[in-house]
């Protein structure tokens, strides 16, 4: 089995910021794309930000400027450094990860247990 382990969300005032952390264990021969997604109640789990293994971000154009995502192969990790933080990026967010356990599998989507980030305006 494979788990995302996310740490870093918490309270920060507008205009501060916070930096996510995720190293995903287990059964993992190899993560293809790792990133973060979103979650506000009564809306659908958005994308932040994602990476490939190969270092290729893709950002939301909300976070563009202000969020910058690093990943780390050998260690399986994803990073998420939150800038300029605004009251609207308050949300759950959530670690992803697209991994493959051996060299045959096709790649299956793993989820963090999600951390809170709250920005007081």
């Known amino acids: 089995q494979v788990q995302l382990l996310e740490s870093g969300g918490g309270l920060v005032q507008a205009g501060g910021a916070l930096r996510l952390s995720c190293v995903a264990s287990?059964?993992?021969?190899?993560?293809?794309?790792m990133g973060w997604y979103r979650k506000v109640p009564g809306k659908a789990r958005d994308l932040v930000a994602t990476v490939t293994s190969s270092g290729s971000p893709n950002y939301d154009d909300s976070v563009k400027g202000r969020f910058t995502i690093s990943g780390d192969n050998a260690k399986n990790g994803v990073y998420l450094q939150m800038n300029s933080l605004k009251p609207e990026d308050t949300a759950v967010y959530y670690c992803?990860?697209?991994?493959?356990?051996?060299?045959?599998?096709?790649?299956?989507?793993?989820w963090g247990q999600g951390t809170q980030v709250t920005v007081s305006s």
């Open positions: 287990g059964r993992i021969f190899r993560s293809n794309t």
């Open positions: 992803y990860a697209r991994i493959k356990t051996n060299r045959i599998a096709s790649g299956r989507d793993y």
